[in-house]
């Protein structure tokens, strides 16, 4: 099969397409051929060696599936040959997605719902999943409740609305200027140009001074110290990006804030309770560019690149059958 393998950490050029063998379902896994992947910035991460201790190479890396079951170990229950599904690999456990065929546990691999195409699914497996632990089981966001996302224009955050949205949360996010009107076609309720305003004045001036319940952070940099600027009393706040910095979290003390870091777990729960949200018609995943298996190296570049000009996510075509219809570019 054909396959994208990193040979060496360093840029975008480190990647080599090559054969190498098909995988073979042991007991309890599924062979699943591949229809479509998508990148994250966890891809580009592990690429430039950020996980240098945690990857072996030469490897095969990505984090998103969206494909057809093509064969099944001894004691696979839950899925047959021609199945279309979804899931995340696992992070840090053997070979990812940027191959023709993959080979997964049983039990982190779900339906695909019938409504998305592999390209859209393939959008959503990682982010959505994240987005599912960070906002209804770490930050328990309730009905009624506020929420600032930073970043509402990403794979992430533009998910994260929706999430927020289904639930009942009024939304704040942070975009530039080119995304504004994006982020409100996705559900946010106010859009801050972080360019332009401040947002912790921004959020305090259009919640009377009160602040949010909760703060997503998906952007990194400064935004977990000053987050608990714009909190209320007994806030949450939830970061997805490495603490490389020590930061200054004083203000957090007198809100009595929590903190949550939060590295998503693979499982079929979170999917299932995804796909349910897809067919009710409550969250869909942009794609915003797509690419070939044999262009990852550009993929990665452009999404590395800082003001990349995408909305959402950016999808691998690993079968041309990806390109059917359904997905919105």
């Known amino acids: 099969m054909k396959a994208i393998v990193l ?40 690429r430039r060696g950020d996980y240098r201790d945690l990857v072996p190479l030469p490897a095969i890396t990505g984090h998103d599936v969206s494909g057809v079951v093509e064969a099944v170990g001894p004691g696979v229950t839950a899925f047959s040959p021609g199945d279309e599904v979804w899931y995340t690999p696992q992070i840090f456990d053997g070979p990812g997605s940027y ?5 997964a546990a049983e039990s982190i691999v779900g339906k695909k719902p019938p409504l998305l195409s592999h390209l859209e699914a393939a959008s959503l497996t990682l982010v959505g999943g994240t987005a599912w632990e960070a906002l209804i089981v770490r930050a328990a966001l309730r009905v009624g409740e ?4 930073h ?17 009942g949360a009024k ?22 140009d972080y360019e332009k305003e401040d947002y912790v004045d921004a959020i305090l001036r259009e919640t009377g001074g009160r602040g949010v319940d909760v703060v997503f952070d998906t952007i990194g940099g400064n935004t977990l110290s000053r987050s608990p600027d714009a909190l209320a009393q007994l806030g949450r706040v939830v970061t997805i990006v490495d603490i490389a910095e020590p930061q200054n979290v004083i203000q957090a003390w007198g809100k009595n804030a929590s903190f949550h870091f939060v590295f998503t777990r ?28 044999s262009d990852m190296g550009l993929a990665h570049a452009r999404l590395e690149r800082p003001n990349h000009g995408v909305q959402g996510k950016i999808a691998i075509a690993v079968e041309p059958s990806a390109h059917l219809a359904g997905t919105r570019l």
């Open 7 to 46: 040979k060496s950490f360093g840029g975008p050029d480190s990647f080599e397409l090559c054969d190498v063998p098909k995988p073979v379902p042991r007991a309890g896994q599924v062979l699943v051929r591949v229809h479509a992947t998508s990148i994250n910035p966890l891809d580009y991460q592990v």
């Open 146 to 149: 506020s929420i600032l996302i």
């Open 266 to 293: 693979q499982n079929r729960g979170k999917l299932d309770e995804l796909s349910t949200l897809v067919m009710r018609g409550q969250l869909r995943p942009h794609v915003g560019a797509v690419y070939s298996l």
């Open 99 to 103: 191959a023709q065929y993959h080979v």
């Open 171 to 192: 939304v704040f996010t942070t975009v530039r200027e080119a995304n504004i009107e994006f982020a409100r076609s996705v559900g946010a309720d106010v859009v801050i």
């Open 151 to 167: 970043g509402g224009a990403g794979g992430v955050g533009h998910v994260a609305i929706q999430l927020a949205k289904a639930v």
